[in-house]
């Protein structure tokens, strides 16, 4: 990626795509951990979890959608915001209401994957910069990026946890320093937003219209938004019965698995991710968009559905560690394929819709993933098998609904 053709506002969206990842990753890898040791029951975790991604989707709809109007700068700043807000209240009480209410106010990321509106309006700024061959590199970089820093995080939190137990803290307070430090790269994010100039801002257009569609930001598209959305919220509800939080608490419960080692799976894991992402670019200029998403992401799921069936830790490291190596290929390509078939004055509303629908999706199945991990069926592995049979549903009916709906450059031979 030429990042010297990126403007500085460009590359400063690129650095807060790696801070806030970063900070996604450092608190996914405890999240579960850190509840469960408060005493609450994987029950109650799961439909806490479900509530934090609901209250996103509900955060995100509205700034995402005013973001054109209000600024994008503005709207960046108020969910740093509730990134800060959503840490300090987690460190600072262990009253399961008031968690469920800085939950669903604030930003936090069970999965160590994006949330709230911060990827929408990143992605709109940047798509009106580059030309419609350059898309793809570019979101594939943007998405290794993320997936180094994600990597990192795990990485860093799962060890600064560790440490801190073997420094004699007690096991619950390790892991509340850990969320204070979430709070504090909320607060670096905030300041980096700050920088940012009046270029990153939509240009001006006319108001919408009065039908419920435009005041979303969408005229032309909408048939093809909802359709994606409606295939993007079931990959994420998939997606959801594994966060990464969930992942972790499986190991540490199936192998008694120790926070610093949870780190560095984790950390192998989503560097393989990011690597992924990027590979996906040639692929793409081969076969396509749509027929790069579905044919890696096949595999890929039936790889996650095996996991619980491996009898050892190494076993069951490996096969998520080759899934990983391959399971990212279908995002720099959904998103380059969103902002592609689209008109160009939808795109932060297209990108904003599709990304509520995953939040949505995500958000229903964290409260059914809990119940699951109290299963004793595959020692609380059904989660697993779960998201990858829904997974390989989603890709073939992807597949039917939108191979032959081509982005510009593929029309264009």
Known sequence: MPFHL????????????????????FLSVVLVLYLSAMGYAEAQIGL????????????????TTSADRIGRKRMLLLGAGLMI??????????NYILLVVAAVI????????????????????LTQTISDKQRTNLFAWYNLIGSFATATGALAGGGLSQLLQASGVGVLDSYRIVVAGYAVLGLLLAILFARLTPAVEAPYRQQAGPSLAQRFGLHKSQKVV???????????????????????????????????????????????AGVSALLAVGIAKRIGLINTMVFTHLPSNVL???????PSLPLAIALLLVRFSISQMDVPTRQSYVMAVVEPDERSAASGITGIARTTGAALAPTFAGLLLASPVLMGGLPFVVSGGLKIIYDLLLWRNFSAHKPPEERQG
Not at 106 to 125: K, M, R
Not at 231 to 256: E, K, P, T
């Open 6 to 25: 990126l403007s500085n506002d460009g590359k400063l969206l690129f650095v807060t795509r790696a801070a806030r990842l970063f900070a996604y990753g």
């Open 48 to 63: 806490l979890l479900t509530l934090t991604l609901l209250g996103d989707t509900a955060i995100s709809l509205w700034i």
């Open 85 to 94: 807000l959503a840490g300090l209240v987690f460190v600072l009480t262990q």
């Open 106 to 125: 604030g930003v936090i990321s069970p999965s160590g994957n994006e949330v709230g509106p911060f990827l929408s309006i990143e992605q709109a700024a």
């Open 226 to 272: 909802l359709g994606l959305s409606g295939l993007f919220a079931m990959d994420a509800f998939a997606g959801g019965f594994v966060v990464q939080s969930f992942m972790a608490f499986w190991f540490h419960q199936r192998f008694n698995v120790e926070p610093a080692l949870l780190g560095g799976i984790f950390f192998g894991a989503n560097l393989l």
């Open 304 to 310: 996650l559905a095996l996991v619980p069936f491996m």
